[in-house]
C-alpha cells in the first residue's frame, strides 16, 4: 500500500533540490563522458531523458517516505533507506529507456547514478551536522552552568565494546561527547586505537593512574553481559585508590530494552551487583501494551523505588507522569534525574511535580481532579522501623491513613487501576511499620470487593542502597574508618537491586486483573554480617585487621529473619517466573474494616500508645510487638 503524505512548508524544499541535483548529475556525467563533442553523442540537454530520469527518482524518494525523515536527527538506517531509494529511481530510469528503445550511454547512466546518490546523500549529512554542531553549541553553554570549572563531569568509559561505543554515540548525538575522557579495556587489540574520536588508554586495571591523569570524575561501566565476579573486580580496583568516585553500570542485557537509548538505563553501581544475584528477566511488551498512552500518578515519588518507577516509565511512552512527594529535596533531586534522562528521549511525556503530604486528602483530591490519572502506584510510606515503633500515631497516619486517601481519591475521579506497594514485613509483623502496611493491605482489598476499584498489592523485601536502608549506612561508617556496626551475626534480609524492584512492580501491575496481591521473587536471604564484609573488600579494605564490624542486637521490632507471605496463602505462576500471584486470605470481617476507618482512625492521634496497639492488633491479630527472640530487644538504639 502506497502511503500518501503531505510535503509543506520547509520540506518543499527537499523535493525541489532532489530534482536539481539529479538535472546537474545527468548533464556533468554527459559532459565528462563526451567533452566538448555534445553533438557526437546524446544530445543533452534533452527534456526527453532528463525530465523522466527527474521523475522516476521523485517518485521512488516519495514512495520510500525520504521526504517523511527528520533529517536533523537521522541515522545509518535513515541513509540506507535513501540508497534503495536512489536505486528504485534509476532502476525505473533504465526500464523506462529500455521499454521505449531510447539509444543510451551505459557510462553516462552509471556516473549520473553515482553522482545523485553521493550528492543526496551528502547535503542531508551536512544539514544533520550543522543541526547537531548548533545543538551542540548551545548545550555547551548548558553544561558550563550546570558544570563550572573545574566541576565540569569527566567520565570513563571502561568497555569498549558495542555498548561503550553506543554510549559514546547516544552522548554525541546529543553535543555531550566532550564529556567523554575516553575508554579502559582489557582487550589488548583495542590499547592505544581511537574509537569514535576517543582513545583506549589502559586495561581495566590501570584505570586508577588513568582517572588521575584525565581527571576523571565518574566511571561507566558499559559491560552488561559480564559475571558479576568481574564487576566486583573492576569495581574494587577503583576504589582502591578512589572511593568516592561515583561509578555507574549498564543493568543485565535482560534488562536492557533495545528500543531505548542505553544511557537512561545507567544507574549507580549497587550490592545487587556484586554479591552475583540471578538476572531478572521482566516482560516489557506486556509493561509498554498497559502503560502506553496512559496519564500514571506515583506517591513517594521523591523516594528510592519511587524515584526509580518515575525513571524507568519513560521508557514505556506514557502520557503523563505526575510525581507526587512530600519531601522538597528528595522531589527537587528527581527532577534532575528527569531533566538528565531527558537529554537522551524524544519525545518526552508531560510531566508534573507536586510536593503533599498523603495524609492531606484536599490537596490529594486537587491533584487528581487537575490530572485524571489512569494508573495510580501507591509508594509513599513511613518505613524506619525502630523510629515507628515510638511514633506509633505518625505511623498509622501516614501509612494506613494516607492509603486509605489515595484509595478515596481514586474511586471519586474514576482511576482505572490503583497499585499498593507493600513489604515482607507486612507478614507476621513484629513492628509498627509492618503492621500499619499489612492494615493498608487489608485496606486495598476491602476498596476491590466492596467500591469495584481495580487494585492490586506488590510486596516485595529489602532493596539495597535504598534511603535509610543498612547499605549507605555501612558505607557512611567506612568512609569514617569504622566501625561497621551489624545488629546480629545471624539476621539476615532479602536483597533486591531498586531498579530491579522498581521494573518488577510495573511488570507485576501490567499483569493485574484486579484484586491480586503479587509476591516478587527475592531470591535467597543473605547474612547481613557477610553483606558488610562485601562492602569493606569493596573499598580496598580488609574485614577484621582495617575496618572491624561491630554487633549491636536487634532494635525494635526487627525480626532475625523475613517473610515474603503467610503458610496459608496460595500461591501461582504468572508469566514471568519472579513474580508469583497470591490469594489474600485476610478474612477480616468488613464491619471491623469500617468501623475503624470511620471511628479510629480519622481521630488516631487522640490515642496513647498502647491504646493504638490495641487497635493495631484487633486488625492484625498476628501482631506481636517484640520480636521473636522470646523477650523485647535489648538493643533500644533507634540506629545502629
Keep these: 500500500m502506497i502511503i500518501v503524505y503531505p510535503i509543506r512548508g520547509k520540506k518543499i524544499a527537499y523535493p525541489v533540490l532532489d530534482a536539481a541535483i539529479v538535472a546537474v548529475s545527468y548533464a556533468v556525467s554527459h559532459v565528462l563522458r563526451y567533452g566538448e563533442a555534445v553533438g557526437s553523442g546524446l544530445d543533452y540537454p534533452d527534456w526527453h531523458y532528463s525530465l523522466p530520469l527527474i521523475g522516476f527518482y521523485i517518485a521512488a524518494f516519495y514512495f520510500f517516505q525520504i521526504y517523511r525523515i527528520m533529517w536533523n536527527y537521522s541515522n545509518i538506517s535513515d541513509v540506507y533507506r535513501l540508497m534503495r531509494a536512489n536505486g528504485a529511481g534509476f532502476a525505473l530510469f533504465i526500464v523506462y529507456i529500455l521499454v521505449r528503445g531510447m539509444d543510451f550511454s551505459p557510462v553516462v547512466l552509471a556516473m549520473t547514478f553515482l553522482l545523485c546518490a553521493v550528492q543526496s546523500v551528502l547535503y542531508r549529512i551536512l544539514l544533520r551536522d550543522y543541526h547537531s554542531r548548533r545543538k551542540a553549541n548551545g548545550r555547551e553553554i548548558l553544561l558550563r552552568r550546570k558544570y563550572p570549572e573545574p566541576d565540569r563531569k569527566t567520565i570513563l568509559i571502561i568497555g569498549a565494546g558495542e555498548a561503550g561505543r553506543t554510549i559514546l554515540s547516544e552522548y554525541a548525538k546529543k553535543g555531550l561527547d566532550r564529556l567523554i575522557a575516553g575508554f579502559a579495556d582489557d582487550d589488548s587489540g583495542k590499547l592505544g586505537k581511537i574509537l569514535n574520536g576517543k582513545m583506549v588508554y589502559c586495561s581495566t586495571g590501570g584505570a586508577g593512574r588513568f582517572i588521575d591523569d584525565l ?38 542485557l535482560l534488562e536492557l530494552d533495545e528500543r531505548k537509548p542505553l544511557s537512561i538505563s545507567l544507574r549507580d553501581i549497587s550490592m545487587a551487583d556484586l554479591i552475583g544475584r540471578e538476572e531478572v528477566m521482566v516482560d516489557t511488551g506486556m509493561i509498554e501494551q498497559r502503560y502506553s498512552g496512559k496519564t500514571i500518578l506515583i506517591t513517594g515519588a521523591g523516594g528510592s523505588i519511587g524515584l526509580e518507577m518515575c525513571r524507568q516509565l519513560l521508557k514505556f511512552n506514557i502520557k503523563k507522569l505526575v510525581a507526587v512527594g512530600r519531601g522538597e529535596y528528595s522531589m527537587y533531586n528527581l527532577i534532575k534525574t528527569m531533566n538528565e534522562n531527558a537529554l537522551f528521549l524524544e519525545p518526552m511525556p508531560e510531566i508534573s511535580y507536586h510536593i503533599i503530604d498523603v495524609k492531606d486528602k484536599r490537596l490529594l483530591a486537587g491533584a487528581f481532579s487537575r490530572h485524571r490519572p489512569d494508573i495510580v502506584f501507591h509508594a509513599a510510606a513511613h518505613k524506619h522501623v525502630p523510629l515507628m515503633e515510638f511514633n506509633e500515631a505518625e505511623a498509622v497516619q501516614n501509612n494506613v491513613g494516607g492509603t486509605k486517601n489515595l484509595l478515596d481519591c481514586s474511586h471519586e475521579h474514576g482511576v482505572g487501576e490503583f497499585v499498593f506497594i507493600s513489604t515482607d514485613k507486612a507478614v507476621n509483623p513484629t513492628s509498627i511499620m509492618g503492621a500499619t502496611k499489612r492494615i493498608a493491605e487489608i485496606i486495598t482489598g476491602y476498596y476491590f470487593r466492596t467500591k469495584g476499584l481495580k487494585t492490586s498489592i506488590v510486596r516485595f523485601g529489602n532493596v539495597i542502597g535504598s534511603r535509610g536502608s543498612v547499605i549507605p549506612l555501612f558505607m557512611e ?33 501490567a499483569y493485574s486483573a484486579g484484586g491480586e496481591l503479587y509476591v516478587l521473587d527475592m531470591g535467597k536471604q543473605y547474612r547481613v554480617a557477610e553483606i558488610a564484609q562485601r562492602i569493606i573488600e569493596l573499598y580496598g579494605y580488609r574485614s577484621d585487621d582495617d575496618i572491624t564490624i561491630k554487633f549491636t542486637g536487634l532494635r525494635p521490632g526487627e525480626k532475625m529473619h523475613e517473610d515474603l507471605f503467610y503458610i496459608d496463602e496460595r500461591f501461582t505462576k504468572t508469566e514471568n517466573d519472579k513474580i508469583f500471584m497470591f490469594s489474600d486470605t485476610a478474612d477480616l470481617d468488613p464491619r471491623i474494616i469500617e468501623s475503624f476507618m470511620e471511628q479510629e482512625l480519622p481521630d488516631i492521634a487522640r490515642y496513647n500508645a498502647a491504646q493504638i496497639r490495641d487497635i493495631v492488633k484487633r486488625l492484625v491479630p498476628e501482631f506481636e510487638s517484640a520480636p521473636g527472640l522470646g523477650e523485647p530487644s535489648s538493643n533500644l538504639k533507634l540506629v545502629n
Design 477 to 509: 561508617q567506612i568512609e569514617r574508618g569504622g566501625p561497621v556496626t551489624v545488629t546480629h551475626p545471624e539476621v539476615t534480609r532479602y536483597f533486591m537491586s531498586i531498579p530491579e524492584a522498581s521494573l518488577l512492580v510495573l511488570n507485576a501491575a
Design 215 to 252: 581527571n576523571v570524575n565518574e566511571i561507566i561501566i558499559a559491560m552488561p553481559s559480564v559475571s558479576s565476579g568481574k564487576i566486583n573486580r573492576i569495581a574494587s580496583i577503583i576504589r582502591r585508590t578512589h572511593r568516592a568516585i561515583p561509578i555507574k553500570i549498564l543493568p543485565p
